[in-house]
């Protein structure tokens, strides 16, 4: 029985780089999700009988983007999986993601045909957290503008006070978001493991999916090696201390 796709190719003007062409960039964009589609339809003995186009903003609800909505009635019409060439190209947003898994057969080609949801779910995390700190620092360049003097078209806080709470505020929440960071990396590192991957497997994997480390950096084997040894040295410390 031939295994049927329906491939989804999404932009939004968001994806455009500065110094591009805005028309150029989108069609290169459409054409470098379409190129890795294919290669996986015919890698893995897929056949496409449909390939659908949407300009919209990731940010979207389900409800909002009806080229996708039409594609997953369709898929189940005609028992099709629905194929993007990466995750973020459905949403960056968890519940959107986690939702949309319920709806249809799925598959996001730089994930792989066979990921465990709790990995799609884990990745739909941090590509949550990646446009999250995109925010965070425009924010803080805004703030720091701020307490240059540069005026914004609102209020300028000059209370040394105000500032002092402010960033003990930020520090915290930072503090927190390590924390969560370091315990989701400890589930998905934990199942690479447990999969026989190497260090520098792991560290390949991780930035062919374009998660960054908690500092935005890359991955490298050494760096799977530190936070592993990390890891082991609390949970001893942990059992010492019951």
């Known amino acids: 029985m031939t295994k049927k796709l329906i491939a989804y190719l999404r932009v939004s003007t968001e994806d455009r780089k500065s110094g591009q062409d805005e028309e150029e960039a989108l069609r290169l964009g459409i054409e470098a999700q379409r190129s890795a589609i294919r290669q996986f339809a015919e890698q893995s003995g897929y056949q496409i009988i449909e390939e659908v186009e949407e300009r919209a903003s990731g940010k979207l609800g389900y409800e909002d983007r009806p080229v996708l909505h039409n594609a997953v009635i369709k898929a189940a019409k005609l028992g099709a999986t629905v194929v993007v060439s990466k995750l973020d190209r459905l949403s960056r947003d968890v519940e959107f993601v986690a939702g949309f898994i319920k709806r249809v057969k799925f598959i996001a080609v730089a994930l792989g045909e066979d990921v465990e949801p709790m990995l799609i779910h884990l990745y739909a995390t941090f590509a949550e957290k990646e446009r999250n700190m995109i925010s965070d620092r425009t924010t803080a360049a805004l703030i720091s503008l ?4 540069v005026e914004l078209g609102y209020a300028n806080h000059k209370d040394p006070n105000t500032i002092i709470v402010a960033r003990a505020k930020g520090a915290a929440s930072n503090a927190a978001k390590a924390d969560e960071f370091a ?59 019951q």
């Open 146 to 149: 701020k307490e240059q003097g």
């Open 183 to 241: 315990g989701k990396m400890k589930t998905i590192i934990g199942l690479f493991i447990g999969k026989g991957m190497s260090y520098r497997q792991i560290a390949a994997e991780l930035n062919a999916q374009g998660i960054k480390t908690a500092r935005g950096g890359a991955w490298y084997s050494t760096t799977i090696s530190n936070m592993v040894n990390r890891w082991a040295a609390e949970d001893d410390e942990v059992a010492l201390n």
